[in-house]
């Protein structure tokens, strides 16, 4: 009995479950573990998710993070090196997670392009900065320009 008695089904569905109570409470520390979830399971099932519901969640929860670190006043270098770690000048989404379309890929780079300028506009005008962050939280203010980018469809 050297193996595991647990299914790999079983253990996904587990990880899974994890990583849905991280998102539904909010847990913004833990959200980068929950991208590593979301690449592993696109790599090793890429139909498993909707290509623009998995592109919605990624950068939803990238946004999230982004915007916390400017919630939280952190350092302006750290803010961009998230910034560009998450949302890369110039580069196209990849479609490694579900069938993505020509469309699909057009929107998910847009929805990126538009929120890296959002970010990029807020570090340098304090003011404007201010203003943005106190949009209320129930509105989510890191996601509200990836949805407007990025709507739910199929």
Do not use: I, N
């Not at 592109?55 to 982004?66: D, I, K, M, S, Y």
């Amino acid at each position: 009995m050297g193996g595991s008695d647990v299914s790999p089904s079983v253990a996904l569905r587990l990880a899974l479950a994890g990583a849905w109570h991280v998102v539904r409470g909010r847990s913004l520390g833990q959200f980068p573990r929950v991208l590593g979830l979301l690449e592993a399971v696109g790599r090793a099932a890429p139909g498993a998710v909707r290509y623009r519901h998995g592109a919605r969640l990624r950068l939803g929860l990238q946004a999230a993070v982004v915007v916390r670190m400017l919630q939280e006043a952190q350092p302006d270098g750290k803010v961009l090196d998230a910034v560009d770690s998450f949302f890369p000048e110039g580069e196209t989404p990849a479609a490694a997670q579900g069938h993505a379309t020509p469309r699909d890929l057009a929107m998910v780079g847009e929805a990126q392009e538009s929120f890296r300028d959002l970010v990029l506009a807020l570090l340098g005008d304090r003011s404007r900065r201010a203003a943005y962050l106190q949009c209320p939280v129930a509105q989510g203010p890191a996601g509200r320009g990836v949805r407007r980018a990025l709507p739910a469809g199929p």
